[in-house]
């Protein structure tokens, strides 16, 4: 009689039981809870002295927003065990077969290698859901004190570690796959994510093109989801990635292909996903799902602007280190884009740092040209920025609206947070890894 | 029943080559023995046919028919050495996945347990496993895959003389109901107990096909003089 389940459900319950049965997994779940535990108690007891515990000056929390001043930090403990807790899990669960000889035998089923990797994908994806269980439980606890939640917003905070999660799997698959042993593949890893964090750093000193490149970086995606931020051509860069990672993944665990062949595989898969991002960054849309809306200009602003139908250029003299070009992407222009994709930007400088070139000609100047009128300003606000682009529209500035965000402040504690984090969270994550190896259950 | 050939095989590594046009015949419901020293081929000659290591030349046919790798998967199983798979999951589980994920046979689960004796350590992790334990729970994963041909390397290595002879029956028996079997072994007294035909391989070349008798007759013509019926005799006269 033959089982009647399918052989990718066996194949998933296979990898299921890896999981469970990997050191690893569990070591990460253990020190998730301190690790999300710190940075929330610090983000509540920020959180509550801005909004006037302990004698501060109360109403200086008023701007603040849940998302910035909790979400962000708490979840950023997540972003760190992604970047050197995931990829070791990730590593022996694809790397394990590999090592046992399971491969040998697994691979004589005729069953895709692509479906194969995907299944162990979907398996470090659930994984790494359970760990995400920190932030839930953070979640809970902020709600106990009466915190508020927005969950758009927390949804998005969560969209940026899965994604970002979903990049570790698939580069860690990919090395796993690629070499011959789990530590070769730990170390290539780990040299892509420096290797992405030289290219932040590159880009704050360069700009040009190292910026565009930096904005699809791991640490780039998530603070910009963290901000609740989603763009689409970021998401779909993300899932280009991730699919090479799983592809290629695939195409080095066929051990009966010749190498040859399997590295012009790659090659071609390499220059597939390079058109396939290029194609994505075209893509225009994006939400703002920040409660604050921290994202975009006010409603009425947007509403202004959307009636601009001539091409807006910008042509902004400032070196890549200069802190106004910073506050001018941040605050003005990458709202503005959000209004008018059309608006093309560029950056004009001779040094890095801006600092010899304060007496240059035109240098700190924002040239603006709207359907072929022209203005220049050196203001690097939202305000300053709008204010212009009216001018040359000749558009009346909207009036301001009432609707204000105001902030939830919340002056409480963070009570009982370090009994959960510290401790409640490790004795439960250490007794199920105990009931799992006394209990093999019915996976 | 199911046959096989194997024409003109070769395998290189940069400038090694460990398989030089290697031409055999498996013949349906055999148990055909591959002979040869450490470092002969066997292990890449069976990893070669099962499709998870590629050959530079060669092809393999069934009645004629050519078998690309991909295909193979339908008709032979193999079953490497020294390999412990899922070294955290048991005997048991093992035995449920072959039987769910490879299409394995239910029907001979309880039999198969029974005759290579793995009741005692079911319950037990693969990985805590001693070697000869390893061998029988991987032997009996070969044993219920359902492809008509098992390639099995060096199926009585880490088992002691009684649980060797006890292997070599479960063999027979599955031989006798149908099963084609092909063997890789390295001791030579083991495979004359055990196998009807005999491929020698020495230094990746085939140096000899068929049963003892036609083997001895082959090194006689080649000039040397052999005790009858003596595998080891006609091994070291031929290769």
Same mark, same amino acid.
């Given at each position: 009689m033959r089982s009647p389940r399918s052989k990718f459900v066996w194949l998933l319950r296979k990898e299921l039981r890896e999981l469970v049965a990997s050191r690893a997994w569990w070591i990460m779940l253990i020190a998730m809870g301190p690790l999300v535990g710190v940075s929330f108690i610090s983000a509540v007891r920020t959180y509550a002295e801005a909004s006037g515990?302990?004698?501060?000056?109360?109403?200086?929390?008023?701007?603040?927003s849940p998302l910035v001043g909790v979400w962000a930090p708490t979840f950023s403990a997540c972003e760190l065990a992604a970047a050197f807790l995931l990829p070791f899990v990730a590593i022996r669960l694809v790397s394990g077969d590999r090592q046992s000889g399971a491969l040998k035998l697994e691979l004589q089923?005729?069953?895709?290698a692509l479906v194969r990797i995907l299944a162990k994908g979907l398996v470090l994806l659930a994984g790494w859901m359970v760990a995400l269980a920190a932030g839930g439980v953070a979640i809970v606890l902020w709600r106990s004190y009466g915190g508020s939640a927005y969950p758009p917003e927390l949804a998005t905070v969560v969209l940026g570690h899965v994604l970002n999660a979903g990049l570790t799997i698939a580069l860690a698959a990919a090395t796993a796959s690629v070499t011959e042993h789990p530590s070769t593949a730990a170390i290539l890893t780990l040299g892509v994510t420096v290797g992405t964090w030289i290219v932040n750093f590159v880009a704050a000193v360069e700009g040009g093109i190292w910026e565009r490149a930096a904005g699809y970086t791991p640490t780039a995606i998530v603070a910009e989801l963290q901000h609740g931020l989603i763009r689409l051509d970021v998401v779909l860069v993300v899932a280009a990635l991730i699919a090479c990672g799983l592809v290629l993944s695939a195409i080095w665990t066929?051990?009966?292909?010749p190498v040859r062949r399997r590295a012009y595989e790659s090659a071609a898969l390499g220059a597939l996903t390079a058109a396939a991002i290029l194609a994505c960054t075209f893509a225009t849309p994006s939400w703002d799902m920040s409660e604050n809306r921290m994202?975009?200009?006010s409603e009425a602003d947007e509403l202004a602007l959307e009636r601009i139908h001539a091409p807006l250029r910008i042509e902004a003299h400032l070196a890549?280190?200069?802190p106004r070009r910073a506050d001018l992407e941040q605050h003005a222009l990458s709202k503005l884009r959000r209004v008018l994709p059309r608006t093309e930007v560029r950056y004009v400088s001779a040094?890095?740092?801006?600092l010899f070139e304060q007496?240059?000609?035109?240098?700190?100047e924002i040239q603006y040209d709207l359907g072929g009128r022209k203005a220049v300003s050196h203001l690097t606000t939202a305000e300053g920025v709008l204010e212009t682009i009216y001018d040359l529209a000749g558009i009346a500035p909207p009036t301001e609206a009432d609707d204000v965000f105001r902030g939830h402040p919340l002056a409480v504690p963070p009570k009982g947070a370090g009994t959960v984090f510290y401790g409640i969270w490790p004795a439960v994550i250490i007794a199920a890894a105990f009931f799992s190896r006394r209990v093999r259950g019915p996976l | 029943m199911f046959g096989l050939e194997v024409h003109h095989l070769t395998k290189r590594y940069r400038r090694l080559t460990?398989?030089?046009d290697v031409s055999f015949t498996v013949r349906p419901g055999e148990i055909i023995g591959l002979i040869g020293p450490n470092g002969s081929g066997k292990t890449t000659l069976f990893e070669c046919l099962a499709g998870i290591l590629p050959s530079d030349d060669g092809t393999v046919t069934q009645g004629g028919r050519p078998l690309a790798p991909g295909e193979r998967s339908a008709a032979l199983f193999y079953v490497p050495d020294g390999i412990a798979p899922?070294?955290?999951?048991?005997v048991r589980w093992a035995l449920d996945f072959t039987i769910g994920f490879f299409g394995g046979r239910e029907d001979l689960r309880d039999e198969v347990v029974r005759r290579l004796d793995l009741e005692p350590f $079911? !319950?037990?992790?693969?990985?805590?496993?001693?070697k000869g334990q390893k061998k029988r729970a991987v032997l009996a994963i070969g044993l219920l895959a359902p492809q008509p041909l098992l390639l099995a390397d060096?199926?009585?290595?880490? $088992? !002691?003389l009684r649980q060797t002879r006890e292997v070599a029956a479960t063999l027979r028996a599955y031989a006798a109901g149908g099963r084609t079997l092909f063997l890789s072994i390295h001791q030579i007294n083991d495979a004359a107990r055990i196998c009807d035909r005999f491929v020698l391989l020495s230094g990746g070349r085939v140096c000899g096909e068929g049963t003892i008798d036609e083997l001895s007759a082959l090194a006689g013509a080649r000039g040397a003089s052999v005790r009858g019926g003596d595998l080891e005799e006609v091994f070291l006269a031929l290769t």
């Open positions: 515990l302990n004698g501060t000056a109360a109403g200086v929390g008023e701007a603040f089923h005729p069953m895709p066929r051990l009966g292909i994202n975009s200009f890549p280190e200069d040094t890095s740092i801006g007496t240059s000609a035109h240098y700190g | 460990a398989l030089a899922w070294p955290s999951q048991t $079911l !319950d037990a992790a693969i990985g805590t496993l001693s060096e199926p009585f290595d880490g $088992l !002691d």
